[in-house]
């Protein structure tokens, strides 16, 4: 059975940083995809970044510059490292891993939300 352990959530200003983990504890073997992705109360869920375990990444337009994803392939772990945050920032983030198929396929279906596992999600909340 697979567990998503997600933390680092909470409050921050604009301007200031925070930083996300989220672990997929029970894999067999490396998650080839690993992500955040976002969804604020009345709005759609919206890609925040992804990684592959070749390292390739991806990222939200809206976070492009701030934000970046990184990963522990041996312990399926990823983190997200929010800088320079935003009101807009505000949302639940969830985490997402395993590709629901190998290779390209798997990965774009990923980056539009597909994945075989999810986190709770932890809230962000940026206010002054």
């Known amino acids: 059975q697979v567990y998503m352990v997600e933390s680092g959530g909470g409050s921050a200003q604009p301007g200031g940083s925070l930083r996300l983990s989220c672990t997929a504890s029970?894999?067999?073997?490396?998650?080839?995809?690993m992500g955040w992705f976002r969804q604020a109360p009345g709005k759609e869920r919206e890609g925040v970044a992804a990684?592959?375990?070749?390292?390739?990444?991806s990222y939200g337009d809206a976070v492009k510059g701030r934000f970046s994803i990184s990963r522990d392939s041996a312990t399926n772990t990823a983190y997200l490292q929010m800088n320079n945050l935003k009101v807009e920032d505000t949302s639940k983030y969830y985490c997402?891993?395993?590709?629901?198929?190998?290779?390209?396929?798997?990965?774009?279906?990923?980056?539009?939300?597909?994945?075989?596992?999810w986190g709770q999600g932890t809230q962000v909340n940026v206010s002054s």
């Open positions: 997402a891993a395993e590709c629901v198929t190998t290779g390209t396929p798997g990965w774009v279906v990923f980056l539009l939300g597909e994945a075989k596992y």
């Open positions: 029970g894999l067999t073997a490396g998650s080839e995809c």
């Open positions: 990684i592959n375990i070749d390292g390739s990444t």
